[in-house]
Every structure is written in structure tokens, then in C-alpha cells.
């Protein structure tokens, strides 16, 4: 999505929940900027370089699969992305969020782990501290499960509250 429908859903989300929107808030998305190789050295160290210069303390990448032209399901070629963005987080301490899509429904059987619902390789959810799993948004009602990687996690209700009026969205 562009950055104005990133931001006008963050300020939605943020309101329904009550809380503010942090004010070193970088939206990354692949409509505005280039795409960043962040499997390539020179492609974190260009995103660790805006960070710095913008004294961001929070970024949001939009999508996972922008980050790079390679296999999302092939574990030698998700894995560099993965070590480009722990660089990122190494060099610069940002919380950084990146959204990703879900896979496919595998048909019946048992529901997959949260940590195993998002597409490609498995190297994927192996690398975040925490994942999130937005479910589908019901009467401005989405329900969202939390799993960190120690296996804590919990389920609670997100508001989206769609009475902002368009000169509110930042």
C-alpha cells in the first residue's frame, strides 16, 4: 500500500487502541522508495543510514517480500534478508516491524501455528522476537494473536476506528 493508506491505517489502529502514534515513526514502503536489497550489505546499511540521519526510533517495512527479488521460500536466499534486517536492528536498536503475507490455506486439518501461517521459508518466523497475526477485520473489530519466541503470547480485540476525517490522517 502507499505511504498515505499506511499511515491513515496506523492512525486508525492507534486510536481505536488509545494510544499515540510515536513521533519517529518511519513507514518504509515500496510505492515511495526504491526497493531495498537488505540481503545485500550496502541495502541495510542504506536503510541503517536513513534511520540515523532521521533519528527513528520505530520503522514499519511494508512488505516482508519488497525487501528483495529472492525466493521468498527458499531458505538459502531468506536467510541474508533475515541477517540483513537483524544488522539493521543491531546497528541502530529501531523496533522494527515488518508486514508479511499469509499463506495459502492448507485445507483441513489442524490450524497452524501463527508462527507458521505466514508464507515462504521457515526462516522467516525463526528470526522475529514476536509475530502478530492480524485476523480478518469484523464490524471495525480485528481480532489479533501475539506469540513471542519464548512461546508466550495471548489474543485480544483491535479497534479500528474509521471516524477520522481526512485532514486528521498525518
Given at each position: 500500500d502507499s505511504e498515505y493508506i499506511l499511515r491513515?491505517?496506523?492512525?486508525?489502529?492507534?486510536?481505536?487502541?488509545?494510544?499515540e502514534i510515536p513521533a519517529n515513526l518511519l513507514l518504509y514502503d515500496y510505492t515511495s522508495v526504491p526497493r531495498m536489497q537488505v540481503a545485500d550489505p550496502r541495502g541495510s546499511h542504506a536503510l541503517i543510514d536513513i534511520i540515523e540521519r532521521l533519528g527513528v526510533e520505530m520503522v514499519v517495512l511494508d512488505t516482508l517480500s519488497h525487501l528483495s527479488d529472492v525466493d521468498e521460500n527458499a531458505k538459502q536466499h531468506m536467510q541474508p534478508v533475515m541477517v540483513g534486517l537483524r544488522r539493521v536492528l543491531g546497528k541502530t536498536g529501531v523496533a522494527l516491524v515488518t508486514t508479511h503475507h499469509v499463506a495459502k490455506p492448507a485445507g483441513s486439518g489442524p490450524?497452524?501455528?501463527?508462527?507458521?501461517?505466514?508464507?515462504?521459508?521457515?526462516?522467516?518466523?525463526?528470526?522475529?522476537?514476536?509475530?502478530?497475526?492480524m485476523g480478518q477485520q469484523v464490524d471495525n473489530v480485528t481480532t489479533v494473536q501475539y506469540k513471542d519466541k519464548f512461546g508466550h503470547g495471548d489474543r485480544y480485540n483491535l479497534v479500528y476506528d474509521d471516524s477520522l476525517d481526512s485532514e486528521d490522517i498525518i
Open positions: 491513515e491505517r496506523v492512525r486508525k489502529y492507534t486510536r481505536g487502541l488509545g494510544v490450524e497452524r501455528s501463527i508462527a507458521y501461517k505466514g508464507r515462504g521459508s521457515s526462516s522467516i518466523p525463526a528470526a522475529y522476537e514476536c509475530i502478530f497475526d
